[in-house]
């Protein structure tokens, strides 16, 4: 999957409803820029972090464990192989 980096204006980014579900209204008022990261056809996500270009940059993932963190979140825990 093609990973899409953007660097939206605040109000911009808050008009997206993936991005309000991660909880991006709670950065603080003073950050007038949301950075946002696409795996496309897959994810949206409001992240300062690092990230490959390609998810073929990354090979092939093997889940190893899933915690249940609430009605509709779990975590997967993952392994690169």
Do not use: C
């Amino acid at each position: 999957h093609e990973i899409r980096v953007r660097i939206l204006p605040r109000e911009e980014a808050f008009q997206i409803p993936d991005l309000i579900r991660t909880k991006i209204n709670l950065l603080p008022e003073g950050i007038p820029q949301v950075r946002t990261v696409e795996i496309v056809g897959l994810d949206l996500q409001a992240d300062g972090g690092t990230h490959v270009r390609n998810t073929s940059e990354v090979g092939s993932i093997r889940v190893v464990d899933y915690k249940s963190k609430g009605a509709l979140n779990k975590r997967i825990y993952i392994e690169i192989e």
